[in-house]
T-cell receptor
Framework: LAKTTQPISMDSYEGQEVNITCSHNNIATNDYITWYQQFPSQGPRFIIQGYKTKVTNEVASLFIPADRKSSTLSLPRVSLSDTAVYYCLVSGSARQLTFGSGTQLTVLP | DAGITQSPRHKVTETGTPVTLRCHQTENHRYMYWYRQDPGHGLRLIHYSYGVKDTDKGEVSDGYSVSRSKTEDFLLTLESATSSQTSVYFC?????????????FGQGTRLTVV
């Protein structure tokens, strides 16, 4: 299983763009990179998934360099409601999904 | 929301008693997972299932057992509960969509062992 490393916490202000980087040096060829968001007292929720280059959806973008040893989740113009824990996962199938400690993002007014 | 129901949502039990938590899905997803989450920690995988009667251990499986006799139900059993098993338990499902590993989570079960 590929191990992931993320910053423990980040602070930002409302309206700013936030980039959270995840390191996954031993990612395998068939691994995907998936990001989840978790609010207190709730289960995590899927944000975005990618394999290489850039993926964008209505809430976020995911940037993956050519070597795929890291990935960056980009949240445009964050609001207070984006305060949450963000997890990066690497897996090659829907089998063992292992979460790391995540990044606590705090958005300040 | 994905059709996942965890029961009970809250439980207080005494040390040494057996406890079973239930996860029920209506999505016909192949994979099911049990996690525990403790204050200040991420989610830690306890056990997972990749089909009926097919289960495997996760990171923190000691003291826990699971069973999956039907696609829709995944049971987590604490044979003899200990205070260290006080935690919030989340069930998740995946494998039913074209997104490879998108998982959907239940609302969680808060278990207190006194």
């Amino acid at each position: 299983l590929a191990k992931t490393t993320q910053p423990i916490s980040m602070d930002s202000y409302e309206g700013q763009e936030v980039n959270i980087t995840c390191s996954h040096n031993n990612i395998a060829t068939n691994d995907y990179i998936t990001w989840y968001q978790q609010f207190p007292s709730q289960g995590p929720r899927f944000i975005i998934q990618g394999y290489k280059t850039k993926v964008t959806n209505e809430v976020a973008s995911l940037f993956i360099p050519a070597d795929r040893k890291s990935s960056t989740l980009s949240l445009p113009r964050v609001s207070l409601s984006d305060t949450a824990v963000y997890y990066c996962l690497v897996s090659g199938s829907a089998r063992q999904l292992t979460f790391g400690s995540g990044t606590q993002l705090t958005v300040l007014p | 929301d994905a059709g996942i129901t965890q029961s009970p949502r809250h439980k207080v039990t005494e040390t040494g008693t057996p406890v079973t938590l239930r996860c029920h899905q209506t999505e016909n997803h192949r994979y099911m997972y049990w996690y525990r989450q403790d204050p200040g920690h991420g989610l830690r995988l306890i056990h997972y299932s990749y089909g009926v009667k097919d289960t495997d251990k996760g990171e923190v499986s000691d003291g826990y057992s699971v069973s999956r006799s039907k696609t829709e139900d995944f049971l987590l059993t604490l044979e003899s509960a200990t205070s260290s098993q006080t935690s919030v338990y989340f069930c998740a499902i995946s494998g039913g969509r074209d997104v490879d590993t998108e998982a959907f989570f239940g609302q969680g079960t808060r278990l207190t062992v006194v």
